[in-house]
């Protein structure tokens, strides 16, 4: 991410590598998915990342939203909540109608421990898939069921063309 808050960044152990370039080069990219076993999808404003994901067939991680599920039906990951997401369909535009009313609630989350257990939750996670390397090559498998049967372009193009062919 470009947008890393500064003392976090400062608090990073040294071994963590921060990639602040954005768009992401393709060889960099590659070579990202190419050494990952899982993919944490923020699919809080872009999805690309769990298409790319499956395409690399590498399970992924998504956080709610209101269609998270869409992305690991195959088995190909997990889904953890979280106590505010910006798509809550009851509060976006009511209870916050800027980005910064948004963030002063997850502010105010964060402070009051609300996310501790979409944190815990997210460790364990991360905790099964280095104990159990079984579950991993599984889910890779179907990280790469999904990429084939969802998200290939020309399958895409196929389906499209199947509707528009129904309809004239």
């Known amino acids: 991410s470009h947008d890393i808050p500064h003392n976090i960044e400062q608090n990073l152990d040294r071994s963590v ?5 954005i768009p992401l080069n393709i060889k960099l ?11 944490l999808a923020l699919t809080l404003t872009d999805s690309v990342i769990a298409i790319e994901a499956t395409s690399y067939c590498k399970p992924i991680v998504v956080f709610r939203t209101q269609h998270s599920k869409d992305f690991i039906d195959n088995d190909n990951g997990y889904e953890i909540d979280v106590p505010i997401n910006v798509y809550d369909v009851d ?21 009051g421990g609300l996310f501790n257990k979409t944190i815990e939750d997210l460790v364990n996670i991360f905790i099964k ?9 599984i889910q890779m498998q179907n990280a790469e069921e999904k990429y084939y049967r969802d998200y290939r372009v020309e399958d895409r193009n196929r389906k499209l063309l ?4 129904e309809l004239i």
């Open 162 to 165: 199947e509707i528009y062919n």
């Open 91 to 111: 509060k976006y535009g009511i209870v916050w109608k800027t980005k910064k009313d948004f963030d002063l609630i997850v502010k105010r989350y964060l402070k």
């Open 29 to 39: 990219k590659n070579n990202l998915y190419k050494h990952s076993d899982v993919v």
């Open 129 to 137: 898939y280095t104990e159990d390397r079984e579950l991993l090559k």
């Open 17 to 21: 590598k921060l990639i602040k370039q």
